[in-house]
């Protein structure tokens, strides 16, 4: 059981439906103790919704949750980056609401309330519950709660907030298999595997809750972030795919609160993928990353250090020569490869993804 679970339920029936677009990000890396996935939440006719659930299938609790909405509540910058269009704050407003303008007069005319006006709205961490789910008497996953009802503002057309799980268990795993010994020396392979209410991959209780409502989400942005030294060679759903860029440098603080080594920010890609009007969704993406693995690396070394000398002796070699031959040559090795790989975290800085 591998998927996400996205649904709400309302505080009342009625002609309208609420209309949620997703931001849905993912740090892929080879250090899983930093990867994270990350929501972002912006939706029209929030005030006809009582709570929006989300179930990820690995534990989490409320020290693993980062609200991440002040930091472009405060920065307009980081604001037109992440929307990729020019925007404006309007009026001071509160310390938990603030409203944006879009620049293009297009937008205000596409009938598409992502491209609307909208309020970030903070959100009362008290708004949060944590809640594991079990199957079999068994825990699978954790489901988050938010009391959207008690957002009081109830004037607003179009609100976002967004945050951050710091843990990504289930949905990323690296795998030491390659084609070649010599191969897995240098590059390890892995698969992220994103599912959203993927019916046959959540948990039974999970799957009741959700179609006990009527659940469409309107509109879902995917990132995968990764390194420069990592490729995607596969993704199921290429018809999806938009882009790929580099991160510009004003996400440096952003990304810094919780990835090491992340201030090197040209150094990180953003895989781009899109899809609209959808109840569930999966894709599945392979990817091969740098490494060096200095284990395979030291039993290698150790064997032809240890054959050698078995062919040394055999063609009538002294053995204490031989020794002694060896031991410096492996000395030899061992400062090639310690040179090789400082000049390689100099270029890289640190950064095997």
Not at 191 to 210: A, F, G, H
Not at 323 to 337: K, L
């Amino acid at each position: 059981m591998n998927s996400i679970g996205i649904w709400w339920d309302r505080i009342r029936n009625g002609t309208s439906e609420p209309q949620i677009h997703l931001d849905l990000n993912l740090w892929a890396a080879k250090q899983t103790e930093n990867n994270y996935i990350e929501f972002g939440f912006k939706i029209k006719e929030y005030a006809i919704i009582n709570k929006l659930y989300i179930f990820l299938p690995f534990q989490f609790s409320k020290n693993d949750f980062e609200d991440k909405t002040r930091y472009f509540f405060d920065s307009q910058d980081l604001s037109c980056l992440l929307f990729n269009q020019e925007m404006t704050f309007v009026g001071n407003g509160s310390s938990s609401y603030k409203k944006i303008k879009y620049h293009l007069a297009d937008n205000a005319n596409s009938g598409d309330f992502t491209k609307a006006d909208f309020f970030y709205c903070i959100l009362n961490s008290d708004w949060f519950n944590f809640e594991d789910i079990k199957d079999n008497n068994k825990v699978v996953g954790t489901k988050l709660s938010i009391d959207i009802n008690k957002i009081q503002n109830k004037n607003m057309d179009v609100i976002y907030f967004r945050f951050r799980i710091k843990k990504l268990i289930n949905l990323y795993k690296a795998t030491g298999q390659n084609n070649f010994i010599i191969e897995g020396l240098i590059k390890k392979l892995a698969l992220i595997e994103i599912n959203v209410n993927s019916v046959r991959k959540l948990p039974r209780v999970i799957v009741d809750e959700i179609f006990t409502q009527s659940i469409k989400i309107h509109s879902m942005n995917l990132f995968i972030m990764t390194n420069v030294t990592t490729n995607l060679i596969f993704d199921s759903n290429s018809k999806d795919y938009v882009n790929a860029r580099r991160l510009e440098y004003l996400w440096k603080d952003y990304v810094d609160k919780t990835v090491d080594n992340s201030h090197d920010i040209a150094n990180i890609l953003a895989y781009q993928w899109k899809k609209k009007d959808f109840f569930s969704y999966a894709m599945l993406a392979k990817i091969e990353y740098s490494v060096i693995d200095y284990y395979l690396f030291s039993i290698m070394l150790l064997g032809i250090i240890v054959f050698s000398m078995v062919g040394s002796i055999i063609s009538g070699g002294r053995l204490i020569s031989i020794i002694i031959h060896w031991i410096f040559s492996f000395f030899t090795i061992f400062v090639i490869a310690v040179s090789f790989y400082k000049i390689w975290k100099a270029i890289f800085r640190g950064r095997h993804i």
